[in-house]
């Protein structure tokens, strides 16, 4: 599977933006998604994770409440809405699929990712 991620851009603390993350190749409701942020001079991390089907997600602790993970296997595509953007969440996003049909935190867990895009939140 191939991954096309977009939807980044500037927005002032509080706003929101949606990133997709398009997927085209093999069967897209085979994968677990996944999205990750790498900050600048950091190490990347783990945002969000849904399930084949849509019905399971996890989000890591610094994220939750403010962003949404979702997917659209008729489309092929999997969203994050982000709420409530802070400064730190300034960072490269990417998406990712694994696999595994379920939920996975970890990098290893993820077979094919996207080119990132770049979220930047202004204080």
């Known amino acids: 599977v191939q991954l096309q991620a977009s939807g980044g851009g500037l927005v002032q603390a509080g706003g929101s933006l949606r990133l997709s993350c398009a997927a085209s190749?093999?069967?897209?409701?085979?994968?677990?998604m996944g999205w990750f942020r790498q900050a600048p001079g950091k190490e990347r991390e783990f945002v969000a994770t849904?399930?084949?089907?849509?019905?399971?997600?996890y989000y890591a602790d610094s994220v939750k409440g403010r962003f949404t993970v979702s997917r659209d296997n008729a489309k092929n595509t999997a969203y994050l809405q982000m709420n409530f953007l802070k400064p730190e969440d300034t960072a490269v996003y990417y998406c990712?699929?694994?696999?595994?049909?379920?939920?996975?935190?970890?990098?290893?867990?993820?077979?094919?990712w996207g080119r990132g895009t770049l979220v930047t939140v202004s204080s």
């Open positions: 849904i399930s084949w089907s849509g019905v399971s997600t």
């Open positions: 190749g093999r069967t897209f409701s085979s994968y677990g």
């Open positions: 990712a699929a694994s696999v595994n049909r379920g939920l996975a935190a970890q990098e290893n867990r993820y077979d094919a």
